[in-house]
Nanobody
Framework: EVQLAESGGGSVQAGGSLRLSCAAS????????MGWFRQAPGKEREGVAA???????TYADSVRGRFTISQDKTKNTMYLQMNSLKPEDTAMYYC???????????????????WGQGTQVTVSS
């Protein structure tokens, strides 16, 4: 089964950028539906962006136009480019993988079977 490891988090000022990486091992990401999620203190984990197959992607309304999800299959790694960061983007960010698309939406945490440990993103005003 796949193991996931996030990196690239940090502290930035509002308006700045970060690129998160999710390195996969144990299996190839081509065999999975992949997504990015985040969880702020005291809040539920929420979907940020996901690959939905056939090269298509979907984004939460709160990040659309600012965040971009991508993959490099030669490196078995998924990325989340985050631009124009806002203080409300502050959260622990997780990558996740699902074997099957199932009937749950691509930004629904319950679709995903495998999770990384997370990387912290802090945006100051």
């Amino acid at each position: 089964e796949v193991q996931l490891a996030e990196s690239g988090g940090g502290s930035v000022q509002a308006g700045g950028s970060l690129r998160l990486s999710c390195a996969a091992s144990g299996d190839t990401i081509s065999n999975y539906y992949m997504g990015w999620f985040r969880q702020a203190p005291g809040k539920e984990r929420e979907g940020v962006a996901a690959n939905i197959g056939w090269g298509s992607t979907t984004y939460a309304d709160s990040v659309r136009g600012r965040f971009t999800i991508s993959q490099d299959k030669t490196k078995n790694t998924m990325y989340l480019q985050m631009n124009s960061l806002k203080p409300e983007d502050t959260a622990m960010y997780y990558c996740a993988a699902a074997r099957q698309s199932g009937w749950r939406g691509p930004l629904d945490t319950r679709r995903y079977n495998y999770w990384g440990q997370g990387t912290q993103v802090t945006v100051s005003s």
